[in-house]
């Protein structure tokens, strides 16, 4: 199994604060992702990444940004949270072309 | 834009006995993958079955199998003998053929009864 870690699994933090949150792979995936899951949204797709410094919006990137300076981590930063980004944060990566994504344990992030 | 449906917020079924959770999903795309994902109480995501669009035969893992209606764009899930460990969330998703992006559904919450 492809070795895919996230940091931190939990997170209690204040509305107007940045947080970042932590992907890190194992093996040279190109294809990195982060999702947030939300009750009766399923996962949403945030931003993903295709390459090193290469990503592209996804369809609830506003509030977010990322960065991938190395192949391994991927990271998602919220420059300042606010309730609404209280959800269930998720990374994948793509590991052939044919599979779905392998999913990291995902962060628990409340915004108070 | 592609979207995927899952019509059954929850269902439950008697240990033992068989059950199907329901997904459609809108494209206009001929080739593309679909996949059924299994989340536990532990938040994991596991990949329970795969369908490749273009292969008619249904994709069949022990206990779970899939109906791949094409045509209608439903994509069911079958899971027989339930068993006590097969409750979960359960998420059907959708992606194109060289298209980089997983789309899900909004999900199905399955309870066993002993």
């Known amino acids: 199994d492809a070795g895919i870690t996230q940091s931190p699994r939990h997170k209690v933090t204040e509305t107007g604060t940045p947080v970042t949150l932590r992907c890190h792979q194992t093996e040279n995936h190109r294809y990195m992702y982060w999702y947030r899951q939300d009750p009766g949204h399923g996962l949403r797709l945030i931003h993903y990444s295709y390459g090193v410094k290469d990503t592209d919006k996804g369809e609830v990137s506003d509030g977010y940004s990322v960065s991938r300076s190395k192949t391994e981590d991927f990271l998602l930063t919220l420059e300042s949270a606010t309730s609404s980004q209280t959800s269930v944060y998720f990374c994948?990566?793509?590991?052939?072309?044919?599979?779905?994504?392998?999913f990291g344990s995902g962060t628990r992030l409340t915004v108070v | 834009a592609q979207t995927v449906t899952q019509s059954q917020p929850e269902m439950s079924v008697q240990e033992a006995e068989t059950v199907t959770l329901s997904c459609t999903y809108d494209?206009?795309?001929?080739?593309?993958?679909l996949f059924w994902y299994k989340q536990p109480p532990s938040r994991q995501m596991i990949l329970v079955i795969r369908q490749e669009a273009y292969k008619q035969q249904n994709a069949t893992e022990n206990r779970f199998s899939v109906n791949f209606q094409k045509a209608a764009k439903s994509f069911s899930l079958k899971i027989s003998d339930s068993q006590l460990g097969d409750a979960a969330m359960y998420f059907c998703?959708?992606?194109?053929?060289?298209?980089?992006?997983?789309?899900f559904g909004q999900g199905t919450r399955l309870t066993i009864n002993p």
């Open positions: 998703a959708y992606r194109e053929t060289g298209a980089q992006k997983l789309v």
């Open positions: 494209t206009s795309e001929s080739d593309y993958y």
């Open positions: 994948a990566i793509r590991t052939t072309v044919s599979d779905g994504y392998t």
